[in-house]
């Protein structure tokens, strides 16, 4: 892989990317490829080239200075495409089979040229269209045990673990998670966006001093808990899957140290929120993953702790549960702030957005918002992932 800084910042086009690829010599100069943008998400182009010929394609992602789901008004820099192909490659050194391969980074276009996964498919949207990745919450798991021990104080010298705080310091993206998740939805904020129909539900959120206080505490979990390099926007749009046993964890730009429990968090919420979408008899697959991404992430982040823990109270008697504990305590209450801000706030879930009728969108959207609500409050008290699923299913019976 090639690190490099070109001479100045230019946005791509479907063009100029495809030459890119060539000058970077990872197509033969004679070679006839098609181009396309295929970027769906919030803030970047993805371009896809590829080869017909040699049934060969790749990924070019570029950073542009702005949110792209907001437009220029929201201005970011472009640090964020240095943040993902460190994290990917860093990600790589403890789980190379469930990242894609980085082919080369450019700092200065703000470019990283990633492994094609177009046989895998976006996991939000095969979870839409019906299927249950049998495999997907072992992988997450697995990818969310190591990756969080090895960049954790306790596999890390204090030293290397500080230069690495730095290196993935991250102020722009964690901004855009600190608003929007932690802050926004708990106000009556411009950045909301919800149906007139949630506006009784949403104030009384506004309301609520106790669940704003809770939120604020979980921000300040965000933002103060350096234990790890964190994904940072695990959700299920950062997965790729596919029914035979491949997971790819793709998108780490809002890669940054901050706590342990944040990604499991926002997986967890993204599989109910997915959960709501379907119907009681559908559920059971979304259960079994949160409760196997949980017990995955602790069975691996326990084995690594064992052969490789620092830690001078290693061995102690409630150490590594102690971890454990908080880890699954944040995870709740992140979980809980996720699922009322893809209800109510920026960004919105296909899952829940493409629920017909209109009548019952509302209905499981109202159910996300307190399920959502009780995570936060009730996190102190949740112990497993079946306390998790028990207060989901006591929400749908209330
Ligand atoms: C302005 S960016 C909105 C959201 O998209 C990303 O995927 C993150 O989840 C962010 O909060
Ligand atoms: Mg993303």
């Given at each position: 892989?090639t ?23 990872l197509?033969?100069?004679k ?6 943008e295929?970027?769906?998400?919030n ?6 080239v590829?080869?017909k ?24 820099t ?9 994290a990917l ?15 080369y980074s450019d ?10 996964l ?17 495999h ?11 990756t ?9 010298d ?21 608003s929007?998740?932690?802050t ?12 007139e129909?949630?506006?009784d539900?949403a104030e ?20 103060s ?18 029914e ?8 780490p ?8 429990g ?45 052969n ?20 699954f305590?944040d995870a ?8 009322i801000?893809?209800?109510?706030g920026?960004?919105?879930?296909a899952?829940?957005?493409?629920i ?10 109202k ?7 009780a ?24």
């Amino acid at each position: 892989m090639t690190v490099t800084k070109t001479a100045a910042y230019e946005t791509l086009t479907e063009s100029s990317a495809a030459a890119l690829a060539v000058r970077l010599g990872l197509f033969p100069s004679k070679s006839t490829l098609t181009c396309r943008e295929i970027g769906d998400g919030n803030l970047n182009f993805v371009f896809r080239v590829y080869d017909k010929e040699q049934q060969k394609g790749l990924i070019i992602k570029q950073a542009v200075p702005y949110a792209k789901v907001v437009g220029e008004s929201w201005p970011l820099t472009l640090d964020r495409a240095r943040i993902e192909s460190s994290a990917l490659i860093r990600q790589a050194e403890h789980v190379p089979h469930l990242v894609p391969n980085v082919y080369y980074s450019d700092t200065e276009l703000a470019v990283t040229v990633l492994e094609d996964l177009s046989h895998l498919e976006i996991a939000r949207k095969g979870l839409i269209d019906g299927k249950d990745y049998p495999h997907l919450s072992e992988d997450i798991g697995e990818f969310l045990g190591k990756t969080h021990f090895y960049s954790s104080e306790y596999a890390l010298d204090p030293t290397v673990k500080g230069r690495l705080v730095k290196q993935f310091t991250n102020p722009d993206l964690c901004d855009i998670t600190e608003s929007l998740v932690f802050t926004d939805p708990f106000f009556d904020h411009e950045t909301n966006d919800f149906e007139e129909e949630l506006r009784d539900e949403a104030e009384d959120l506004w309301r609520n001093e106790a669940l704003k206080i809770e939120a604020a505490k979980l921000k300040q979990r965000f933002l103060s808990a350096e234990e790890t390099l964190i994904h940072g926007d695990l959700h299920t749009g950062s997965i790729f899957a596919s029914e035979e046993a491949e997971t790819k964890i793709i998108d780490p730009e809002f890669a940054f140290f901050g706590p342990i429990g944040f990604d499991i968090g926002q997986f967890i919420a993204n599989l109910l929120l997915h959960a709501l979408s379907r119907e009681e008899n559908r559920r059971a697959p979304l259960y079994r993953h949160v409760e196997t991404v949980w017990h995955t992430f602790s069975r691996t982040f326990s084995e690594a702790w064992e052969n490789d823990a620092l830690d001078a109270c290693k061995n102690e008697k409630g150490r590594l549960e102690s971890v454990l504990k908080q880890a699954f305590e944040d995870a709740a209450g992140f979980a809980g702030c996720e699922m009322i801000r893809r209800t109510i706030g920026l960004a919105h879930v296909a899952d829940l957005e493409t629920i017909v009728p209109f009548s019952r969108r509302i209905s499981q959207k109202k159910l996300a918002l307190k399920i959502g609500a009780a995570f936060i409050e009730k996190r102190s008290g949740f112990r497993t992932p079946k306390d998790l699923i028990e207060a989901f299913r006591n929400a749908l019976k209330e």
